[in-house]
């Protein structure tokens, strides 16, 4: 069982940015594709962005390209969302996922067995 934890969350206004940050323990694969996801109120939970972690391919949502940037950091098993120019409409929890076993897109929800408790973004007006 890999565990994740989330932070780096909080509140800002508009036009700000954050970074949030996953640590995955120390039994995660070290080729994987890992994820963020988010879920608003009300809404279904969907992908943000994903990175290979054996190489440096990644993948993005179109709502987040040219403002958020996922990275790993291989050597302390961390991955990264650094978001900028955030929006109202990126108000949601945020999780990150690992453990993919390949079905469909590694944006997909469906696609992930690990999951963390999520960090709370919330950006005002």
């Known amino acids: 069982q890999v565990q994740l934890v989330e932070s780096g969350g909080g509140s800002v206004q508009a036009g700000g940015s954050l970074r949030l940050s996953c640590a995955a323990s120390?039994?995660?694969?070290?080729?994987?594709?890992m994820g963020w996801f988010r879920q608003a109120p009300g809404k279904e939970r969907e992908g943000v962005a994903a990175i290979y972690t054996g190489g440096s391919t990644t993948y993005y949502a179109d709502f987040v390209k040219g403002r958020f940037t996922i990275s790993r950091d291989n050597t302390e098993n961390v991955l990264y969302l650094q978001m900028t120019s955030l929006k109202p409409e990126d108000t949601a929890m945020y999780y990150c996922?690992?453990?993919?076993?390949?079905?469909?897109?590694?944006?997909?929800?469906?696609?992930?067995?690990?999951w963390g408790q999520g960090t709370q973004v919330t950006v005002s007006s």
């Open positions: 996922a690992s453990g993919y076993y390949g079905l469909g897109s590694p944006l997909g929800v469906k696609g992930y067995n690990y």
């Open positions: 120390q039994n995660a694969r070290s080729r994987d594709y």
